[in-house]
């Protein structure tokens, strides 16, 4: 068509329906939503008694004997109700997914994780009323999958890698929705301030200021912790940059994770880290076994609020949750992995000044050692699954290696690597045997 002509039907055209129904102007309400809004404004309170209810996850502090002048605090996410760092997490998600009308009355919730998302998920969809199903790698922890049926969900189990694609499969056969906290993670999690109403953001670095603050301390020097959607250090770090706090961020990525070079090399993102991930990895951490680590897609992890980023040996932080342990803290995977970088940290950049000032360095607990207890707590499944790493003899002598910088300072990671290497006759007959 001639755009002269084009241009002359459409007025035509708009004149005609401008005179035949009165006006341009026009409203209706949406057929049938009131029910539906009725519901989710019902769902939307019952978050907001949940988050009242919700006390503040405590703070601990530990003080290392062979580094006097640090000054570590652990920020205790394992009291949380559902018992992990997911709690406040997918009180967001739902809340976000509420607000968004994704979520309806009738609507199953379909979810990816390793086991703690899930649990916290399911006890939300249990508060709010909808099914919950949530889809895991085989690999997963009985003790988190029965913590999924005790608040009703149900769970499927998929190779590891796989259960992604199959979670939104079966939301989209099913007519449900898929959660997906790794993509969503970033859109749901909330780096505001509460002004007056403390409990108004679930931020878990507000809620560690504001501790802080009333212990007459100032904000931590650094802030430690691993990822696995991204969706927790990258809250940390955007409320950190928008509030121009002087805390840097630390990631502390597990041994095959492609997260570390994602964050400081800026790659995987467009090729899959599969070829490099090595089982069984620090459960719910790191990034590798299924795809390209694309943010806002398949990642929620955002390098540019990273300042700081260590990757750590699997059987290090093995041994870091052993030595907690002993020390009488019950932590589990990343907390292992997050204690042994502060403690490496700690080494690096502490002053030995005598001053009160002491270096501060939050970590995050983020579940505890229970759900672990057959596994990375269990030295027939490790000298099993870290055979190829060096199995218990090695696990040993990084436990040392983290009791030697506890009593007398010194960087575990550094002692560690050069102490706890594999024999050469080891490294021989590895390369000969198929693994
Ligand atoms: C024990 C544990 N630590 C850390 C993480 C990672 O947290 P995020 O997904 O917020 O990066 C998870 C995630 O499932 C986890 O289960
Ligand atoms: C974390 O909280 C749990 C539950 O309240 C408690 O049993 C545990 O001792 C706490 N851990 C630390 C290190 O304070
Ligand atoms: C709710 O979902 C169930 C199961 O999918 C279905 O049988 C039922 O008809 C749905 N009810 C409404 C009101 O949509
Ligand atoms: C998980 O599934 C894969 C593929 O079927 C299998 O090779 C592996 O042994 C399974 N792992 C567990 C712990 O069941
Ligand atoms: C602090 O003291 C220890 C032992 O006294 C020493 O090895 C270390 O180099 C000192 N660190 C700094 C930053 O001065
Ligand atoms: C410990 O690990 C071994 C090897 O994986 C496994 O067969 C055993 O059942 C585990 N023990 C417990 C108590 O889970």
Request: overall charge positive; some cysteine.
């Given at each position: ?66 580094m ?131 409990k ?24 430690v ?10 809250s ?19 041994e ?36 390209p ?90 000298s099993e ?19 030697h ?6 960087d ?24």
């Amino acid at each position: 068509m001639e755009p002269m002509v084009f241009i002359f039907v459409s007025l035509t055209v708009c004149l005609f329906y401008s005179l035949a129904l009165g006006s341009h102007l026009s409203q209706a309400p949406i057929n049938g939503r009131k029910a539906e809004d009725t519901w989710r404004r019902e769902a939307i309170q019952k978050l907001w008694d949940e988050r009242k209810d919700m006390s503040y996850t405590p703070i601990t502090h530990l003080a290392i004997p062979g580094m006097p002048d640090v000054d570590i605090i652990f920020k205790n996410e394992s009291a949380s109700r559902t018992g992990n760092l997911k709690h406040r997490f997918s009180w967001a998600l739902f809340m976000w997914a509420l607000i968004e009308g994704y979520i309806g009355k009738n609507t199953t919730i379909y979810e990816a994780s390793s086991g703690n998302t899930a649990s916290s998920e399911a006890y939300m969809a249990r508060l709010i009323g909808v099914p919950f199903v949530a889809v895991v790698p085989n690999t997963t922890e009985d003790k988190k999958l029965e913590r999924v049926v005790q608040y009703d969900g149900r769970f499927i189990k998929t190779e590891i890698g796989k259960n992604f694609d199959r979670a939104q499969l079966e939301a989209q056969v099913n007519n449900g929705f898929y959660m997906n906290q790794f993509s969503n993670a970033d859109k749901a999690e909330e780096f505001h301030q509460s002004n007056g109403n403390s409990k108004e953001s679930t931020n878990v670095f507000h809620e560690i200021l504001c501790q802080l603050n009333d212990e007459k301390i100032g904000p931590p020097h650094f802030f430690v912790h691993s990822a696995g959607t991204g969706g927790t250090i990258s809250s940390v770090g955007r409320y950190v940059k928008k509030y121009l706090i002087p805390t840097e961020v630390v990631l502390a990525d597990s041994e095959f994770s492609i997260y570390y070079d994602y964050v400081v090399n800026q790659r995987f993102k467009r090729e899959g880290g599969e070829p490099y991930w090595v089982s069984p990895g620090m459960a719910g951490t790191g990034f590798g076994y299924s795809g390209p680590a694309m943010h806002g897609k398949t990642t929620s992890l955002q390098p540019s609020v990273i300042d700081l980023a260590f990757k750590v040996p699997d059987l290090a932080s093995t041994a870091a949750m052993h030595f907690l342990k002993k020390i009488g803290i019950s932590g589990g995977t990343s907390t292992g992995l997050n204690f042994i970088t502060a403690l490496s940290l700690a080494a690096q950049r502490r002053t030995n000044s005598s001053n009160n000032d002491k270096l501060r360095i939050v970590v995050l607990l983020a579940d505890n050692s229970t759900p672990y207890e057959d596994t990375y707590f269990n030295f027939s499944w490790i000298s099993e699954k870290f055979h190829s790493h060096g199995g218990i003899p090695l696990l040993k002598c990084w436990e040392r290696a983290i009791e030697h910088s506890y009593k007398h300072g010194g960087d575990p990671l550094k002692r560690g690597s050069l102490k706890c290497k594999r024999s050469f006759s080891d490294r021989y007959r590895r390369r000969h045997v198929p693994l």
